[in-house]
């Protein structure tokens, strides 16, 4: 579990749920505590990302995990900061690309953003 994700589980297709992992530029949220909901410098930490399907425009929450940078300081709420985005679901490309606006949960409402970039996502063979 190095990437301190689960081991990905078999979807109801009998597929596997797929991995996708984007940059974001996001601004925390006030209302997110002096801790930034609980994002630390350095860390991962477990969140809620909510996005909008490009075709439909029909909302959807997603498994993730945000990886901030070593540099990330919590007094920066209310200020814009770059994470990773580690996002889980078979349909996850349907509502995130560069561009895209995308909002972070955990608990409420933690920060809101845009996505920058897809990252290429290398997973290791056993």
């Known amino acids: 579990m190095a990437s301190g994700l689960p081991p990905a589980r078999p979807s109801g297709q009998g597929g596997r ?3 996708y992992k984007y940059r974001a530029l996001v601004r925390l949220e006030p209302a997110a505590g002096p801790g930034g909901g609980g994002l630390e410098a ?3 930490c477990r969140v809620t990302v909510r996005a909008r399907h490009h ?3 029909r909302g959807k929450f997603f498994s993730a995990l945000a990886d901030t940078p070593a540099a990330f300081s919590p007094p920066g709420i209310g200020h ?3 994470m990773t985005l580690t996002v889980l679901g078979d349909d996850v ?4 690309d560069a561009g895209d606006p995308v909002a972070l949960w955990r608990g409420g409402d933690i920060g809101h953003g845009v996505i920058t970039r897809r ?4 997973i290791e063979a056993p």
């Open 93 to 96: 490309p349907d509502y995130l």
């Open 42 to 44: 350095g860390k991962t």
């Open 80 to 82: 814009s900061v770059q």
């Open 119 to 122: 990252l290429q996502m290398w």
């Open 55 to 57: 075709q439909t425009h």
């Open 17 to 19: 749920v797929h991995r």
